[in-house]
């Protein structure tokens, strides 16, 4: 299957830079899997599509203020870090460094300071290098102090509100960006669900910067994923093995939920269970949905992987057919724009 399969005109000013001030006040356009017929809500109204029984999955990863201005002890030279992943308790990180060509290993970076300080133990490709931190106290309190909000690459706005690129029922930190479906929900928006007889569960899925890198080959069964970190409790698998007994619909909200279910269902014979570990599923039309049902998702950038997952779950024709119509409509597109729910 081609790349340019999944291409679309999408004019640049639809490129939301701002949240709204309400979360739930985003357009939602509902598209049928299997018919392709579409309709246009506000998300608002997303329960008048949810049934009792159904169970709404949400990515509970809570977003770093990842992005470090620090200088080189030996030069005063400038440097921007950018932190991908924990690799050990003691702090050691992958990180992307601007200019990544002045740092090798040796290089000691300090940040607010001296409060923090780094020592490059290696060198990657495009720009990774892996860092060793040194501080006192707890590392999340201190990157809370001195880090920025690592905002997407086409979101030109300084966000006034951190937390406004940050979900409601974020807990677990560890994610290099936010899995943007859910910031359309608020906890009164949360209550209501559940007053109306839906579950709602909570999974796991740091969100790695993969997620941003343009997918370069032509042919995409030969594109490899990064791998992120997922977590499944025992309540969430035990909730959602329920729910499919029953015959309730599971839908995820965001691909990095759907992603992380899929990646356990496929383990385990379309069953859940409880763990931990590392997924670099690529989901892409002939894929065989093993967890979900449906999935909550926002409007996402022409021939990347996300539109790839989305095109599985409801068709490439279905979904690109829906991309034209919200170009029309004016939907605002990517992390603070509007929503789609696929049922």
């Known amino acids: 299957m081609k790349l340019d399969s999944f291409d679309f005109e999408l004019p640049e000013e639809l490129i939301a830079q701002v949240p709204l001030e309400n979360r739930t006040s985003s357009r939602l356009m509902i598209l049928n899997k299997k018919t392709g017929e579409i309709l246009h809500e506000s998300f608002n109204h997303i329960l008048d599509y949810l049934q009792e029984g159904d169970c709404i999955v949400l990515n509970d990863t809570k977003v770093l203020p990842a992005?470090?201005?620090?200088?080189?002890?030996?030069?005063?030279?400038?440097?921007?870090?950018?932190?991908?992943?924990?690799?050990?308790?003691?702090?050691s990180w992958e990180t992307l460094v601007k200019p990544a060509k002045r740092i090798k290993i040796g290089t000691k970076i300090s940040f607010g300071n001296g409060e923090l300080t780094a020592v490059c133990t290696k060198e990657m490709d495009h720009g990774g290098r892996v860092f060793e931190f040194h501080y006192e106290g707890i590392f999340y309190e201190v990157l809370d102090r001195l880090g920025k909000m690592p905002l997407p690459?086409?979101?030109?706005?300084?966000?006034?509100?951190?937390?406004?690129?940050?979900?409601?029922?974020?807990?677990?930190?560890?994610?290099?960006?936010?899995?943007?479906?859910?910031?359309?929900?608020?906890?009164?928006?949360?209550?209501?669900?559940?007053?109306?007889?839906?579950?709602?569960?909570?999974?796991?899925?740091?969100?790695?910067?993969?997620?941003?890198?343009?997918?370069?080959?032509?042919?995409?069964?030969?594109?490899?994923?990064?791998s992120e970190f997922y977590r499944m409790t025992e309540d969430t698998a035990v909730l959602l093995n329920e729910v499919k007994h029953r015959g309730g619909r599971i839908i995820s909200v965001g691909t990095t939920s759907t992603r992380t279910l899929e990646t356990i269902a496929s383990q385990n014979d379309?069953?859940?269970?409880?763990?931990?570990?590392?997924?670099?599923?690529?989901?892409?039309?002939?894929?065989?949905?093993?967890?979900?049902?449906?999935?909550?998702?926002?409007?996402?950038?022409?021939?990347?992987?996300?539109?790839?997952?989305?095109?599985?779950?409801?068709?490439?024709?279905?979904?690109?057919?829906?991309?034209?119509?919200?170009?029309?409509?004016?939907?605002?597109?990517?992390?603070?724009?509007?929503?789609?729910?696929?049922?």
């Open 270 to 343: 379309g069953q859940f269970r409880s763990g931990s570990g590392w997924t670099d599923i690529f989901i892409y039309p002939g894929y065989e949905f093993k967890a979900i049902n449906g999935m909550i998702t926002n409007f996402h950038l022409p021939k990347s992987t996300l539109i790839m997952l989305v095109s599985a779950l409801a068709g490439r024709e279905h979904v690109l057919q829906a991309y034209n119509e919200a170009v029309q409509q004016r939907y605002r597109f990517f992390s603070f724009g509007d929503a789609m729910l696929i049922i």
């Open 153 to 226: 690459p086409y979101i030109k706005t300084q966000l006034e509100d951190q937390d406004r690129y940050q979900t409601v029922y974020a807990k677990e930190p560890g994610s290099a960006a936010a899995p943007t479906a859910g910031l359309h929900f608020t906890e009164e928006l949360l209550h209501e669900i559940e007053s109306k007889g839906i579950h709602i569960a909570y999974i796991t899925l740091h969100v790695g910067l993969g997620t941003f890198r343009p997918v370069n080959v032509e042919d995409i069964e030969t594109h490899e994923m990064h």
């Open 67 to 91: 992005r470090l201005f620090g200088i080189k002890v030996d030069t005063g030279a400038k440097v921007e870090i950018l932190l991908l992943k924990q690799l050990n308790e003691d702090a």
